[in-house]
């Protein structure tokens, strides 16, 4: 393993994309001591910011508060990125594989553009995960992002596949432009599924709907059974069972196309 | 000065195939012979010698474009990075790239020419200004003039001299080349929330001007001001299905006089809907072939990102429609509009795989290489810098089989292109990507290696690999400059940009300064662009 210890906060978010398994899975300890870290628009070393231990690891370790390191496990495919403390932006963007957890918060653009692996989040994250950057036609195409606390503005924005789970409240514009995937939310604030063209979100506490969503039916869907199964293994619990209540279906979002669905749950009583 | 020994050297204006041949070099011109000690030798063993590239129709600069670069951020992050080095400036590649991006880009495959196709009179300063940080290729402008209302308001009262004067007097405000037709009439239908697409139908807002009367006025204004580029024209119907009538119908309008047919790919369609879509070029092919008067690009598509950039607005609204993308519209006063649409040409797609199979089948089935242009209407149909897949299909048949096995079968039955053996030579090659352009722009001094010529010359390996061959030019000689050497850019020089001085009544601003002083939203005095916002022009006198 690969242990990475913060110095101190420095005084501009720095970027660090070299942070990442693929990179120093093959590099000695000088090696990655000399990894290229960018301070504004100067390249100065990893080891002017951390101290560096261990060498040639698929388990990168990084200790510290490092919400203003940027890019962390930007565009990895393999390994374990473990972030005991808080994590910068784009943290996981472009992610193919791998897995990372971050126990502290983590900052918007978590898993922007990912196509695979998973991303945990033991605290609360920013705006825009899983999202297409700006300009882009897709944001995540595959891959899972689990938060165990609250998220910002535009989760999902643009996703096509995979799943995003936010265990607390998110922002406004939830699921925006949404073109497939799943979200699931501990509850939303304002235009969840605005533009929302396909793809589904499920909502455990019932939320602000847009008007351009029409109430279908309740019913319990029979994929959540097996959904949910999948999701426990990560420590989601999704209810199915229709003695404990049922799921309230909206269509929409119907200034677009109305084929995206969005699941209310309503406890049962 | 320079010598280059050993190459193969194909210069077709001159009716020189692959002979093994020296070319000499001094003060920027090709010369007969050269002696002495200082004389530099270039040893192309191995090489073939071509004229520097030409491209007749393409969009690197201006208003439009720019318009474009900002609406696609997404592209430029996917682009090819150019860090700035001792000679070269940073800057991005990719659909739209920037202007020093745009020149190492052609320098990079052996271009040395460019024409920008579209400039509308109000932002040709701003045109000009691109054009002089494009480095390495000289440079020419095709100036919007089928949708200037003050033009068409002259048409309408029948006074056809006047507004010959008019556009005279346009072309020399805008320090342009040519003239260019975009949609005659449709753009100015666009205005009112309409398009033009029936040739003898009036244009909304007029009674007797016709899209009809537009083209053939104009092309016979072009004719008797006796500018040395035909009247640049992208017909009525861009990209409908069905629009086969349309382009041969244009064609017969046109009545003789000289015409450039811009991406004829786009206008060679037959169907009726997008269900039935189906390649016209054999249609076009044949009756072009017996139109003398007339020069085409191909405009052909690759499979991959573009962005579609036009004058033609009503389509640009059809095609945000079709694919629910980002849409730009600008509106350009009296003179034009534009219409921005990011867009994917998909090789799954049964549409996309006809247009595919269209530009190709055109520049297989017109026979004279000399009257159809290698194009992809950059950034439209593919962006320049894929040329070289384009020269690879041309070349060989083989290629050609694989790549029409991943279309799909439904687009199968609606190509012609399977049934189409011809491979281009080197020696067509060289016609079609430099000489025969050059001869359409009416540059005599591009296009070729014979004495006197313009010293830009392109060195390629001689690579079976085509696409390879002609994606990384060994040298590249700018008037006489040596600026790529070993395949890396080595040495900046500017480019020129060369202008016509058409021959008006100078009455004609009194005529238009009161009309301009209601209509337009700028003062006239600044209209114009000054003689000195351009450098180093070369200004060609005409009438």
Known sequence: ???????????????????????????????????????????????????????????????????RVKWLGRGMTRGQLRIVGNAGMHLGAFMKGGAIDVSGNASDWVGAEMSGGLIRIGGNVGGQIGAAYRGSLTGMTAGTIVVEGSAGLEVGMRMKRGTIVVKGM???????????????????????????????????????????????????????????????????????????????????????????????????? | MLRITGGKVYDPANDVNGEVRDVCISDGRIVAEVAGADVRTIDAAGMVVFPGGVDVHTHVAGGALNFARAMTPENHRAAAKFTHSPELRAGVGGTTPSTFATGYLYAGLGYTTVNEAAVPVLSARHTHEEL????????????????????????????????????????????GYGVKAVNPGGVTAWKWGKDAKILSEPVPGYSKVTPAKIISSMAAMVDELKLPHPMHLHCNNLGAPGNIDTTIETMKVLDGHRAHMAHLQFHSYGGDDWDTL??????????????????????????????????????????????????????????????????????????????????????????????????????????????????????????????????????????????????????????????????????????????????????????????????????????????????????????????????????????????????YTMSFDNYPVEMDRLEGADIRECG
């Open chain 1, 170 to 269: 998110a922002k406004d514009f939830t699921g925006l432009e949404m073109k497939g995937g799943t979200i699931i939310l501990g509850g939303a604030e304002l235009r969840t599924g605005a533009w929302m063209n396909r793809g589904t979100i499920i909502s455990l506490t019932p939320i602000p709907l847009l008007p351009t969503f029409a109430y279908n039916c309740s019913y319990n869907p029979t994929f959540l059974r097996i959904y949910s199964r999948e999701l426990e293994t990560l420590g989601v619990s999704l209810p199915f069972e229709e003695s404990e209540g049922s799921y309230e279906l909206y269509s929409g979002d119907a200034a677009v196309s109305r084929k995206g669905e969005l699941l209310v749950w309503k406890p049962a009583g």
């Open chain 2, 278 to 519: 189906r390649s016209e070029s054999v249609r076009l092919a044949e009756f072009f072939n017996g139109q003398p008067n007339l020069t085409a690009d191909a405009g052909a598509i690759l499979f991959g990102d573009s962005v579609t950039i036009t004058a033609d607005g009503p389509w640009q609204h059809l095609l945000y429609q079709l694919t629910g993308r980002k849409w730009g519209n600008l509106d350009v006063e009296n003179e034009t509009g534009c219409g921005v649409v990011p867009y994917t040409y998909k090789g799954t797609n049964m549409v996309n795989a006809v247009q595919w199979a269209v530009g190709l089948e055109l520049l297989l089935l017109i026979d004279d290489p000399w009257r159809i242009y290698l194009t992809t209407d950059h950034p439209n149909g593919a962006c320049f810098w894929r040329y070289p897949e384009i020269i690879h299909l041309l070349m060989n048949a083989d290629f050609r089989r694989e790549c029409i096995d991943k279309l799909p079968e439904k687009a199968l039955k609606r190509i012609h292109l399977p049934g189409i053996d011809r491979e281009y030579t080197l020696s067509e090659i060289a016609i079609i990507i430099s000489a025969g352009p050059a001869r359409a722009l009416g540059m005599p001094q591009k296009g070729h290696l014979g004495v006197g010529a313009d010293a830009d010359v392109a060195l390629y390996n001689d690579d079976p690999d085509r696409e390879r061959m002609f994606g990384h030019p060994r040298y590249l000689l700018k008037g006489g400059e040596v600026v790529v050497e070993e395949g890396d850019i080595r040495k900046m020089v500017d480019g020129r940009e060369c202008i016509v001085r058409p021959s008006f009544d100078k009455n004609i601003e009194e005529y238009l300064r009161p009309l301009f002083e209601q209509y």
């Open chain 1, 1 to 67: 393993m690969i242990t990475l210890t913060l110095k101190e906060q420095p005084e501009v978010p720095i970027e660090a994309e070299a942070l990442s398994p693929d990179v120093v899975a093959e590099l000695g300890n000088d090696e990655l001591r000399a990894l290229p870290i960018f301070f504004g628009k100067r390249q100065l070393r990893l080891d002017d910011f951390f101290e560096v231990e261990g060498e040639a690891s698929e388990e990168l370790e990084i200790h510290g508060d490092a919400s």
């Open chain 2, 132 to 175: 002089r940080d494009t480095p390495l290729v000289d440079k020419t402008c095709c100036v919007l003039m089928a949708n200037n209302e003050l033009i068409l308001d002259l048409l309408e009262e029948g006074e056809t001299e006047r507004a010959k004067h008019l556009l005279a007097w346009h072309l020399w405000a805008a320090k």
